[in-house]
């Protein structure tokens, strides 16, 4: 289950199940310093994959 | 050794609910523990190190120099959320935390040697682990 901020250059991975979370960046790709919320709820939008049958090597955008 | 596929996407279907599951992280993000590992190199660098599921955070360093480190060394947890997973642990969400997780540089100038090495060696190391499912994340 990747969390990436790049996701044109994560496809050519081929990451099983991925997430793009929109308005992330680089070095901060779960959200800022100190921001548990945001956090934790880009943590656990990329573990809900793990529960979702879809199409392997589709990165989700998802909207955090 | 495992070896990859160069064309299908691999994907393993899960069964079991998210409680079940011990969770890793393998991160591209370059953190290591100054009290345990060797930095990595300025350049390009093909190692990878193990974090246990316990550590000292006063210990945590970055060395990769292809992002802006300043905000993950106010707070890991925006590219390596460990405490996080361990929050997600400690209400039920998950199972627990592997008992390892992986770190490694992620730039390399040997494409063949990441390919061909470096991350079938990391997939043997989780093998051998008890994580059920890995969160992978970059800098």
Do not use: W
């Not at chain 1, 790049?6 to 680089?26: D, Y």
């Not at chain 2, 370059?30 to 190190?49: E, K, M, S, V």
Request: proline share 5%; charged share 25%; hydrophobic share 40%.
């Amino acid at each position: 289950m990747l969390i990436t901020v790049v996701p044109n250059e994560s496809k050519v991975m081929r990451p099983p199940r991925a997430i793009h979370p929109l308005g992330h960046q680089l070095g901060r790709v779960l959200g800022t310093a100190g921001d548990v919320e945001k956090q934790q709820e880009t943590l656990f939008a990329a573990l809900q994959q793990f529960k979702e049958l879809h199409t392997p090597g589709l990165i989700q955008d998802v909207q955090i | 050794m495992l070896q990859m596929s160069r064309k299908c996407v691999p994907y393993t279907p899960i069964t079991c609910d998210l409680s079940e599951l011990n969770v890793a992280i393998v991160s591209s993000t370059g953190i290591y523990l100054a009290d345990q590992h060797q930095p990595f190199n300025d350049n390009g660098d093909d190692t990878y190190r193990v974090l246990p599921a316990e550590f000292d955070a006063s210990q945590i360093r970055f060395k990769h120099g292809h992002y802006d480190t300043s905000e993950a060394e106010k707070d890991v947890n925006v590219v390596f959320p460990i405490d996080r997973l361990r929050e997600f642990a400690a209400n039920g969400v998950i199972r627990g935390l592997s008992n390892k997780h992986i770190s490694f540089k992620g730039f390399s100038m040997d494409l063949k040697r990441q390919y061909e090495f470096l991350a079938p060696t990391i997939a043997d190391e989780l093998e051998r682990s008890q994580a059920d499912a890995v969160v992978l994340t970059g800098g």
